[in-house]
């Protein structure tokens, strides 16, 4: 999953917004050294991952793209799972979309002044530049994706890759994902639950 869903996860089960997204950023054994609420936020965000990856429904997303796009079917899938999120935000959340970012984003700058090296520069470019609100739309998806692809060892424009799914698998590519996240929500509340009762 992409930043969005993970922020949107971390908030479902009380953990660490910022946390989740730093599981991104921070590999190796935890503790990490950080806060015990960071620790936490990254530990989902492994969790999360492993159980996306591993899901029927992912994998079939990835599989919907033609070579040579699906050797970049993760990345497009977690960022087109992102825009379904945003796009069917109300089903998930009953605080609207831009206060929600906006409180994540002040929460992320907040944190920064508590980590050593403060918030790594994409999620603090992110929160400053509100990076999350174009993800609901298919061209500000498209120009994420692009963005992701000029960073790429060989750069490419990534968002190329949405105009090879036809209207049929773009729609099935979404009952997909309404399939998939409430499972993943569940998955969520009951790692953190179980978590939390052995500490």
Same mark, same amino acid.
């Given at each position: 999953?992409?930043?969005?869903?993970?922020?949107?996860?971390?908030?479902?089960?009380?953990?660490?917004?910022?946390?989740?997204? /730093?599981?991104?950023?921070?590999?190796?054994?935890?503790?990490?050294?950080?806060?015990?609420?960071?620790?936490?936020?990254?530990?989902?965000?492994?969790?999360?991952?492993?159980?996306?990856?591993?899901?029927?429904?992912?994998?079939?997303?990835?599989?919907?793209?033609?070579?040579?796009? $699906?050797?970049?079917?993760?990345?497009?899938?977690? &960022? @087109?799972?992102?825009?379904?999120?945003?796009?069917?935000?109300?089903? +998930?959340?009953?605080?609207?979309?831009?206060? +929600?970012?906006?409180?994540?984003?002040?929460?992320?700058?907040?944190?920064?002044?508590?980590?050593?090296?403060?918030?790594? &520069?994409?999620?603090?470019?992110?929160?400053?530049?509100?990076?999350? %609100?174009?993800?609901?739309?298919?061209?500000? @998806?498209?120009?994420?994706?692009?963005?992701?692809?000029?960073?790429?060892? $060989?750069? @490419?424009?990534?968002?190329?890759?949405?105009?090879? /799914?036809?209207?049929?698998?773009? $729609?099935?590519?979404?009952?997909? +994902?309404? $399939?998939?996240?409430?499972?993943? &929500?569940?998955?969520?509340?009951?790692?953190?639950? %179980?978590?939390?009762?052995?500490?």
């Amino acid at each position: 999953m992409n930043f969005l869903a993970h922020l949107h996860l971390a908030a479902h089960t009380g953990s660490s917004l910022t946390g989740n997204l /730093l599981g991104d950023f921070i590999k190796g054994p935890l503790p990490t050294g950080l806060a015990d609420h960071f620790d936490e936020g990254i530990w989902l965000h492994r969790k999360i991952d492993a159980f996306t990856d591993a899901h029927p429904a992912h994998r079939a997303a990835v599989a919907s793209f033609v070579p040579p796009w $699906r050797r970049f079917g993760g990345i497009l899938v977690d &960022m @087109l799972y992102d825009h379904w999120l945003s796009h069917h935000w109300q089903q +998930f959340s009953p605080q609207p979309l831009p206060r +929600f970012l906006q409180q994540s984003y002040g929460q992320l700058l907040a944190d920064h002044q508590h980590l050593p090296d403060g918030l790594p &520069m994409a999620l603090k470019r992110m929160a400053e530049q509100d990076w999350l %609100a174009s993800y609901q739309h298919r061209e500000g @998806l498209g120009q994420a994706l692009d963005g992701i692809g000029r960073r790429l060892r $060989r750069p @490419l424009l990534l968002g190329e890759a949405l105009h090879t /799914l036809d209207e049929g698998r773009w $729609r099935e590519s979404e009952r997909g +994902f309404l $399939r998939f996240y409430p499972e993943l &929500m569940d998955f969520c509340e009951r790692q953190i639950a %179980a978590r939390r009762d052995n500490l």
